[in-house]
């Protein structure tokens, strides 16, 4: 019970409130599965790519972390190719630093940081990482093209949520959270363990 009304407190915010760049919605109208898009930062690799993510929300939630995955292939040195991404907020402690009062809407803003700050030092993809660390013009030459292959799409090819789920918005200028200095409680990406 107090996670469906958490979730549903939540999902309003997300709808009323979205972060810049971040839409989210129920997928079928289920409270535990939910879909989110997250669109590339500026002067990124990823700029206007609309990537979209699979959150699966756990019986036990928030005092377990949501299973987050990208459904959009990604060039990115933390995140694999079936989707998983190394973020230590999506783990619980003592190797991961999640905690209950983080919520959907900072673990998708940590997500979007990610995506602009790669941490290689702790990676998924060993040689994207070592591509990212040694010969950076190549990164972001090869982050770009599987961006024009896989996440420049148009706003009909979208896919639509269903079940009285408003569509997702796109927000075409996204503020980066590090020009704006804001900082993702939590938000370190240290503590990678794999899936």
């Known amino acids: 019970m107090q996670r469906t009304s958490r979730m549903k407190r939540e999902l309003m915010l997300l709808t009323t409130e979205p972060p810049p760049g971040i839409t989210c919605w129920q997928n079928g109208g289920q409270l535990d599965d939910l879909r989110a898009q997250i669109v590339g930062g500026a002067d990124t690799p990823y700029e206007k790519g ?3 993510l699979e959150l699966i929300i ?3 939630y ?3 972390p949501p299973k987050i995955r990208f459904l959009t292939p990604i060039y990115h040195p933390n995140i694999d190719t079936a989707g998983r991404i190394c973020l230590d907020i999506l783990k619980l402690p003592p190797k991961g630093a999640w905690r209950p009062s983080l919520n959907i809407s900072t673990v998708l803003t940590s997500i979007q940081l990610l ?13 994207i990482s070592s591509e990212y660390k040694y010969n950076k013009q190549m990164f972001l030459k090869n982050a770009a093209l599987w961006t024009e292959k896989h996440a420049l799409q148009s706003k009909e090819n979208l896919a639509a949520p269903t079940q009285g789920a408003s569509p ?4 075409t ?3 980066s959270q590090k020009r704006q200095g804001a900082s993702v409680p939590g938000a370190s990406k240290k503590a990678c363990l794999g899936p």
């Open 50 to 52: 609309i990537f979209n």
């Open 58 to 60: 756990p019986e036990r």
């Open 173 to 175: 200028s996204v503020s």
């Open 168 to 171: 997702p918005s796109v927000c």
């Open 62 to 64: 928030p005092f377990e």
């Open 115 to 127: 995506m602009s700050e790669p941490n290689p030092d702790d990676p998924l993809m060993a040689d």
